[in-house]
């Protein structure tokens, strides 16, 4: 069993993606669903229930909360992602090109490889938030 778990690690990585998307969804699912107890509470009362909780039926059910967004006081909130993208992969890159130049566990070319794609996706995210700004966005 041990020797599994030292084989396939990085498994964890895509299964814990796929657990807290898995919740995110039913979280969603409870949001819309508690609304839906809600108006129709107001209907049993006679009451027209206010816009905004009409409002929360409209938006898709996997749809992102911008509350958050909201508070900071605008901005493109897909350029602010492009930006965090930028220096996660930026400093994931350099962080497995100091395993590659280090040689750690003798996988230095692996890590290599590694460091090149997350150095190309540091790019293309820069690129994105680049043309993003420049968009007006």
Known sequence: MEDLFRSYWWLLFPLAWFVFGGFNSFLNYRRQKDTLDLIKTYAAKG???????????????????????????????????????????GVMGVGFAYASYADIYGAGEAFLIVAFVLGALCLASLVSALMGRRRGE
Do not use: C
Request: negative net charge; glycine residues 10%; charged residues 30%.
């Open 47 to 89: 009451q027209e229930p206010p816009e905004a909780l009409l409002k929360v039926l409209e938006r898709p059910i996997d749809a992102d909360d911008d509350s958050w967004h909201s508070r900071r006081g605008g901005g493109s909130r897909m350029n602010d992602g492009n930006w965090f993208s930028v220096v996660l992969f």
